[in-house]
């Protein structure tokens, strides 16, 4: 019933919405705005959200499927800022905390919400009008852009990445790989811990040592493919073990010991300090930190 009473009071703001110049209020509840219908790659990084509509009484039948689909259009696009906002752009901050703090974040979101596109759409056998829409998490236009430009606004990252640090002096000297072939990737086994996806992550030992970050990652290629992989579920985890993943064919697995969080989130992972320099010394004969080659299973 909230479903269906909040679509017809989408029809009646569709007309309101669409002659103040197509515009999106201040805290981007009220969008009704020229959409296209994309053919989404299947392996494409995508933030989706449905929308519903039911046609009103009385009207034409060409009319009424008409002011529903507008009205799903209206209540998807909505239901799309809600999932955007709640976006981590790090541990410390969300989509919705860095539009209050500016502007020019507010006005990229809206545009962001401007370019979505319909992915499917269809009538729902009670007769209301579905419509899922999408924006892009990585990539050209997406979301992605939107928080690393805040990130670099900040200096935490850019296109001239920090290196890695190095392992402890002492862990160097008793060191023996356990294998002569070099891992060709990392993937941290966080499963069973709480941990929230984020565009900022990063891989910290129980001393507070930051192994592995944004710092560390071209903020062009985060754009594209974010700072790490995640994966999730047991499918997906067997997958990135078995070489399917971008922490290669042959990835070094570690096991978290925990996930941590500067504020609220948990959105970084714990290692211990020996699997840390472990990491760090494996890295300085690989450098797949170099390489970006990280992988969170969640």
Not at 45 to 68: C, E, H, N, S
Not at 105 to 125: R, T, V, Y
Not at 135 to 159: C, D, Q
Request: aromatic share 6%.
């Amino acid at each position: 019933m909230k479903k269906i009473t909040r679509t017809l009071l989408a029809l009646s703001l569709i007309g309101s919405v669409y002659s103040a110049n197509l515009a999106i209020s201040d805290d981007l509840n009220a969008v009704l705005l020229p959409v296209a219908t994309a053919a989404v790659q299947d392996n494409a990084q995508r933030i989706t959200a449905d929308g519903y509509g039911v046609a009103p009484a009385g009207l034409p039948m060409g009319q009424a499927k008409a002011m529903a689909r507008r009205a799903a259009i209206l209540d998807a696009q909505r239901n799309l800022v809600g999932e955007i906002k709640g976006t981590q752009i790090d541990s410390e901050t969300t989509v919705e905390m860095a539009m209050v703090q500016s502007d020019t974040i507010k006005s990229k979101i809206s545009g962001l919400i401007q370019g979505a596109h319909i992915i499917s759409e269809n009538i729902e056998p009670d007769g209301s009008y579905k419509v899922t829409m999408s924006v892009p998490a990585y990539g050209v236009g997406s979301l992605a852009e939107v928080a690393y430009e805040k990130l670099a606004s900040e200096g935490k990252i850019s296109n001239n990445p920090e290196p890695a640090p190095k392992p402890a002096p002492e862990f160097v000297q008793t060191y023996t790989p356990s294998s002569p072939s070099t891992y060709s990737g990392l993937i941290i086994n966080a499963q069973g811990y709480e941990l929230v996806t984020t565009y900022s992550p990063r891989i910290c030992d129980t001393n507070g040592r930051v192994i592995y970050g944004a710092k560390n990652v071209n903020a062009s290629y985060a754009i594209s493919h974010g700072v790490v992989e995640y994966t999730t579920g047991a499918a997906m985890a067997a997958a990135a073990n078995a070489g399917n993943s971008r922490a290669g064919a042959n990835p070094l697995i570690i096991k978290a010991v925990g996930t941590t969080s500067k504020i609220v989130n948990k959105c970084d992972v714990v290692v211990s300090v020996e699997d840390g320099n472990k990491i760090l010394m494996e890295n300085t004969r690989s450098s797949f930190l170099s390489q970006y080659a990280v992988v969170f299973q969640r």
